[in-house]
């Protein structure tokens, strides 16, 4: 029920947004782009996809490594299970299988992913604060979220360094949430601390990761960025590093299908010096592909997994109803 309520508010958002800019207006956008630079835009998938994917054999125990193809298959899978899923459950299913296969116990396996996706958030959240620093049309909206956006960078390296911290910020979440959201904040407390106590362990492995992640992310906007230029439009490389982190941090509140619709929107808005609706429109179109397209290249792989995820299904909905 609440998939289909974040696929019809999706919809809802787009058919809002194409009224209002005309949809036939799209057609011309596409039809003059540039092929050359759309394919090379697209074509940054694979590698994005197989950086990732290495990056997670690295996460792993020494001598529990997942191979480049055990590893880029799970990354293809979740992608696909992200837009089915609810709450980015795909990314809780790789940690199931990661634990089922053999490659690391349940607790390490969930630890792994939360380190994972910390990194990504940390790294999404470093570009936008430079690029949101140096962007030169700051209005009191950007100076908020350039506030909000540091803030936000500023404490999860500091949750991330300081387990003290960490603790006091758990226990203080679980004071003030809702009782039904308890258990699973005490299960991110001790995933965050199996984590911590895991990877600043080995120095070595935490650098290589994190930098590593934040490259991974200097490419997701520069696809961003190809994109803009695929469209035969242009925005100063600098602005986009503010803009596109923007727009997906708004494509990840939790009210939509995998972002559709409000990652469009934001990118209308925040685009608006440099692109007209139409070509932000189109713009939002291509960011979906990026999603879009890791599903596609997992499907053939899904039915391997399926069984270790409707195992996983059944055990999370067992511990939901003892609770």
């Not at 992200?82 to 490659?103: C, Q, T, Y």
């Not at 792994?112 to 940390?122: G, P, R, S």
């Not at 490419?219 to 986009?240: G, K, S, Y």
């Amino acid at each position: 029920m609440k998939r289909l309520l974040s696929l019809l508010v999706s919809l809802g958002i787009l058919a809002v947004i194409y009224w209002r800019i005309d949809f036939t207006r799209m057609g011309p956008v596409f039809r003059d782009c540039d092929p050359l630079w759309l394919g090379l835009s697209l074509s940054l998938v694979v590698p994005l996809t197989l950086m990732t994917a290495w990056r997670l054999d690295q996460l792993m125990p020494g001598g529990a490594r997942l191979g480049v193809g055990e590893s880029n298959r799970l990354i293809l899978v979740a992608s696909v299970l992200n837009l089915v899923l609810p709450s980015k459950m795909g990314d809780l299913a790789k940690a199931w299988f990661i634990k089922e296969r053999g490659h690391a116990s349940a607790s390490l396996a969930f630890a792994l992913v939360v380190f994972e996706k910390t990194c990504d958030m940390l790294s999404l959240l470093l570009w936008c604060a430079f690029g949101l620093l140096l962007y030169p049309q700051k209005d009191v909206l950007f100076w908020i979220m350039t506030a909000c956006v540091t803030g936000g960078l500023v404490a999860g390296l500091a949750l991330l360094g300081s387990p003290a911290l960490a603790e006091v910020a758990f226990r203080t979440g679980a004071r003030l949430a809702p009782a039904k959201s308890r258990a699973k904040l005490e299960q991110l407390r001790l995933a965050w601390r199996e984590m911590h106590d895991f990877f600043w362990h080995d120095r070595s492995r935490l650098a290589r990761v994190s930098a590593t992640s934040v490259f991974i992310w200097f490419l997701h906007l520069l696809q961003i960025w190809m994109f803009i230029l695929a469209l035969r439009a242009h925005t100063p490389f600098l602005a986009n590093l503010a803009l596109a982190p923007l727009a997906i941090l708004a494509g990840l509140l939790p009210l939509t299908l995998a972002g559709i619709g409000t990652r469009d929107a934001a990118l209308i808005l925040f685009y608006r010096p440099y692109l007209d609706a139409p070509t932000a429109a189109a713009l939002g179109i291509l960011c979906t592909m990026r999603y879009v397209l890791p599903a596609v290249g997992g499907m053939p792989f899904v039915a391997q997994y399926l069984p270790g995820l409707k195992l996983a299904r059944k055990s999370m909905s067992g511990n939901n109803d003892e609770k």
